[in-house]
């Protein structure tokens, strides 16, 4: 398994950036981003999404280093409208390799943008989530598809992507 600064090496690499250009879109020094890489120190809490989103990945990949990116398409309006939040859990409760609970949830991003709008949303998800919620819909409204963030944990493994559905 990959060190923190060996994921965030590697994908950096595979955006074509330097460690100055990264630095620069993160508004912190080249040698901050050094550092990282060099598991001398880690990404502030409060940045890591926004690294993980300008480095085109989930903020799992940054931890577990999963190479697989989010898609980045270019979209309508409308097409925005036809998105949906997936949530896919899979419970393995007495810690069997095929679970023993699947539960698949679909919301639309119509529904959760105006769910923010409204309040209601902060109330759903907490003070504590809210940011990181809201920082995922600013991914979504700019065009990502595919899967978001992937846990996996003792008795579970939840993945959460975006999906284009037609109507």
């Not at 595919?146 to 008795?155: A, D, F, L, R, T």
Request: proline residues 3%; glycine residues 8%.
């Amino acid at each position: 398994m990959n060190t923190i600064g060996q994921n965030i090496a590697y994908f950096r690499k595979q955006k074509q950036l330097t460690q100055e250009e990264l630095a620069e879109k993160m508004s912190v020094t080249a040698q901050a981003v050094s550092k990282w890489e060099c598991d001398a120190s880690y990404p502030d809490i409060t940045v890591i999404n926004s690294l993980a989103k300008v480095l085109g990945i989930s903020v799992d990949s940054i931890f577990n280093g999963s190479k697989e990116f989010p898609e980045m398409k270019e979209t309508t309006l409308e097409k925005l409208d036809r998105r949906i939040l997936r949530v896919h859990v899979q419970a393995n409760e007495d810690g069997n390799e095929d679970g023993d609970t699947t539960i698949i949830t679909r919301f639309p991003v119509a529904a959760i943008n105006k769910a923010m709008e409204n309040g209601t949303l902060k109330k759903l998800v907490g003070e504590d989530a809210y940011g990181e919620v809201v920082s995922t819909l600013g991914m979504i409204d700019a065009g990502l598809t595919g899967p978001i963030v992937e846990v996996n944990h003792p008795g579970a493994h939840v993945t959460i992507s975006v999906e284009d559905y037609e109507i």
